[in-house]
């Protein structure tokens, strides 16, 4: 172990992980704690890390309040609607109300907006999309977090948070190793805010074997923004509430512009609308929310599933329409281009042009995550001003744990806030962090040497795994004392693929099968403590692979716990088909026991704020 230097920094804010929510929380810290010492600590490298990666054509989250296009109100509504009324409507409406002047601010910075040249205001995809020249976005939004920032980390993965000593339930840092030095980094820190991105690769994707990294989301996005607080015992909400998305087939090039802005649409191999033969059956399930508009994207996807199992794939987008048009043409291509390159890739390799062919859409296997169509993730406090009081506990975005704070793919219950309502989200945390360190809340925080060095033993236990196991390979990577990160991701996937809805079983699960992968999760627990590696590569491996697998025990939890199926085409309960407004129309929230390993589970009721003040008002 003392081959790993390890390095002391002591800090205000820490922020963990610098994409979207983690680069507006670096930027807002400094903002408001100008003589504050800000840390953003970040596992690859800020200019292209996280989601944002390789760019977006648009900016999916912007009210246009400026001009009277959309209140915070109707993106509440929205966002309701969407899941299937399932949101915190005080985090939804905070976040929409800012998220204008963040788009304002990358408009400053220089990022490339295209502008309606009849309007002059941005141009729009859809209601609530702008449309951008995005391949630089993530650049541009991590020189503000730069020039933010006393220090910015690269290539250090945070594995575990540190607690207060002195005091219950407080946060006290983080720590993490140099996947480049091996090097073993503490970080003391007075608040911390978790922005480390959704969890894809928790079940076994459609690609597998060469095309195994080719993923909708990103395929590094490891679940970290969920294990490190479940870990630290915060309390989770709606972690059931996993997202599988319709997308082009292979390459998962995004969907969106050609529906909103080329007007293509979907048909089945027969060439009719398969949407509306499915009606009866849905209202059967969800009653009235199948006649919403716009139609919820579970309830889509439902139709799709459904569709193709009933014969009627494969399932196209027509495009060849559109495509006519020669600047249609160019926004279709422009728009994997700056965004999803692969897409192209893949259509030229299996002679897809759409000018002639309608290209066929799938259904990805599930992802977690809490920004995008759904809203997995911590359960935070909410603003004063708007969350009644079992929404709010002190400062904006804090999670159970005093000090721990989230933004973005991190915090659940507030769907629908992609790229610049998670810089939003995390401009909002950092304001409230900062003002709990003012408020003097930080005060006589301790983290001793010896939490520090414990921590430091297991992080790099794994090397030590290999080191010796190595000598008991019988062939190829086979060991009896070790398992591989790969191995142990792949037996993960297949659990929760084919026990907890993923695409195995058509996403259908059911009680007695997530009681089975329960216990399935439970052994590959316990073998993950024999999961060995080779280099600091397959160490940081081998983290993601046990952040991905305690997001994943929680996610198999909640749902357990949800005896409805609340959003049919994301995933079923065979047991318990329907909707079930009665019983189920409220948050799910779990915490796990740091010192058993157990969860527990409660219900918390869901408020319809937006609504519910202009009856009072009306009334
Ligand atoms: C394929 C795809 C298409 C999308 N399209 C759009 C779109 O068109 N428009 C739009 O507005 N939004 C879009 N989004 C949504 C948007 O990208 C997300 O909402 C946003 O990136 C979420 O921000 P975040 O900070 O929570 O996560 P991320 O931006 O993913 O950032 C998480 C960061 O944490 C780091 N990290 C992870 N674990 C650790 C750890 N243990 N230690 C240190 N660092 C860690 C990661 O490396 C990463 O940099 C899309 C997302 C995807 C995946």
Redesign the pocket.
Known sequence: MARHKTHYEDCDVLV???????TGATFEARHWGRDMKIIC????N?DR????AQG??????YMGMQWGENQPEDHVRYARNDLMGMVREDLGYDMARHVDSTVHMFDEWGLPMMKNEETGRYLREGKW?IMIHGESYKPIVAEAAKKSADKIYNR????HLLMDEAQENRVGGAV?FNMRTGDFHVFRAKAVIV????ASHIFKPRAVGEGMGRT???P???G??YA?PIAAGAKMTQMENRIVLCRFKDG?G?V?AYFLHLKTYTQNANGENYEKKWYDQTKELVGEYIDHHPTPTCLRNHAFIQETMAGGGPIHMVTTEAFQDPHLETVGWENFLG??VGQAVVWASQNIDPKYTNPELTTSEPYVM???ATCSGAWVSGPEDLSPPEYFWGYNRMLTIDGLFG????VGGSAH??????FTE?RLAAKAAVKYIEDKKAEGLKVTDKQCEEFKAKVYKPLETYTVAQNEITGGTVSPSYISPIQGLQRLQRIMDEYVGGIATNYMTNANMLKRGLELLAWLEEDLENVGAEDYHQLMRAWELK?RALTSQCVTEHTMFREETRWPGYYYRGDHMKLDDDNWHCLTVSRRDPSTGKFSMEKVPVYHIVDENEKKKAS
């Open positions: 963990v992980g610098g994409g979207m929510a983690g600590v970040e596992k690859a800020i890390s996280g989601a944002v977006l054509y648009a900016i999916n989250c999309q250090i993965m945070i594995t993490g922005a480390a991105g959704g909708w989301y990103a590094w996005s490891n970290s923004a490190l998962y995004p969106g965004m999803t809490g920004s995008h933004a973005g793919d991190t806030k992609f790229s610049s309502g998670s995390g952040h």
